[in-house]
């Protein structure tokens, strides 16, 4: 009798811990990653208090709105991933891929008008320089001026195989080129300032599927429908603002160009400049070049070895566009 009263007495005390218990387990059922939404929170604490009926309901209904939770991180995951697809320059980058990071939001305004020390207005072009007036000795090639670039003929806007940049730009690439003579190289300019309408040319060209005549050359790898989602090709270049530079190096003595373990304007991760499916020696090029430039002010897009934008250019809100001849320096 008295082992039966101790059983009885045991079991009431059991299930009254059991009350207890179960009244503050919600809180301790979940680990801090599997903290569900608020609206999913209240209605656990309002079924969680009650019998062990509805504490297995409560489990039941937990599981499901865990998995709700995965399936949902699993589709915000998915949605990111993609979104971070579509915007990946430079790459990549500070400034990917034609011009994406490089870009500012700003667009170019014809109307903007700027005032000299005596405040009268400046013409666009005002505060530019020939680029060989600056560095004589620098080799051009402006790709955009000829046929053989991505677009397959000359852009427009490109009215003579010059380079312009602004003044500020020019004098810190001058002192990059002689930092490189020091050192057995000169500089070869591919692009400088590049007007809105070229720019303008490049999106249109972009958009007219049929045209793939370069594609075996710039962009073998990709189909042209994604040259604009990816950021190849942009509504707007910092080119455009005057202080950017396409450039190569060249040996000084012979004029031949340093192998920089691809080409310019080729679209894809060979153009990294940290891409590592080249020789050493080529990585080593693409990083004299990227030395030489950042030493002087300019500074890298991730996704493009030849792309560099003086990092104190005095135009950063500016887009110009008038067009690349040597009559437009000073008017």
């Known amino acids: 009798m008295v082992k039966i009263r101790r059983f009885m007495k045991a079991t009431a005390t059991m299930a009254a811990l059991s009350v207890i218990i179960s009244g503050c387990g919600h809180a301790e059922s979940f680990s801090v990653y ?47 991933k993609d979104a971070s697809n579509d915007s990946s320059d430079d790459k990549t980058s500070d400034d990917t891929s034609k011009e994406t990071s490089d870009d500012h939001t700003y667009q170019y305004d014809p109307s903007e008008v700027k005032l000299d020390p005596q405040g009268e207005p400046l013409s666009d072009a005002q505060d530019f320089v020939l680029l060989t007036d600056e560095i004589p000795d620098a080799v051009l090639e402006i790709r955009y001026y000829t046929d053989y670039n991505f677009v397959g003929t000359r852009v427009n806007g490109y009215e003579e195989p010059v380079a312009l940049m602004t003044k500020e730009a020019a004098s810190a690439l001058k002192e990059v080129n002689e930092d490189l003579k020091a050192q057995g190289y000169r500089i070869k300019i591919y692009d400088a300032y590049r007007p809105q309408t070229a720019v303008n040319h490049f999106v249109s060209w972009a958009s007219d599927s049929a045209d793939t005549k370069m594609k075996e050359y710039f962009y073998p790898d990709l189909d042209k429908s994604v040259l604009i989602p990816q950021g190849y090709i942009g509504q707007h270049s910092g080119h455009s603002r005057g202080s950017t530079v396409d450039l190569t190096l060249v040996f000084d003595e012979t004029g031949e160009e340093v192998d920089m373990g691809g080409t310019f304007d080729f679209f894809g991760t060979v ?20 030395n030489a430039m950042t030493a002087h002010g300019f500074k890298p897009l991730s996704t493009e070895w030849w792309h560099f934008s003086l990092q104190s250019e005095p135009y950063p809100n500016t887009y110009f566009d008038f067009p690349v001849n040597s009559d437009s320096v000073g008017r």
């Not at 208090?49 to 297995?56: G, K, L, M, V």
């Not at 153009?271 to 990227?290: C, F, K, V, W």
């Open 34 to 80: 599997d903290v569900p939404t608020v609206a999913t929170t209240e209605a656990t604490t309002e079924e969680v208090s009650t019998t062990a009926t509805t504490e297995a309901t409560t489990e039941k209904s937990k599981t499901e709105d865990k998995d709700k939770d995965k399936d949902e991180a699993t589709s915000s995951d998915a949605t990111n």
């Open 271 to 290: 153009s990294h400049p940290d891409y590592t499916g080249i020789t050493e020696e080529q990585y080593a090029n693409r990083m004299i070049l990227r």
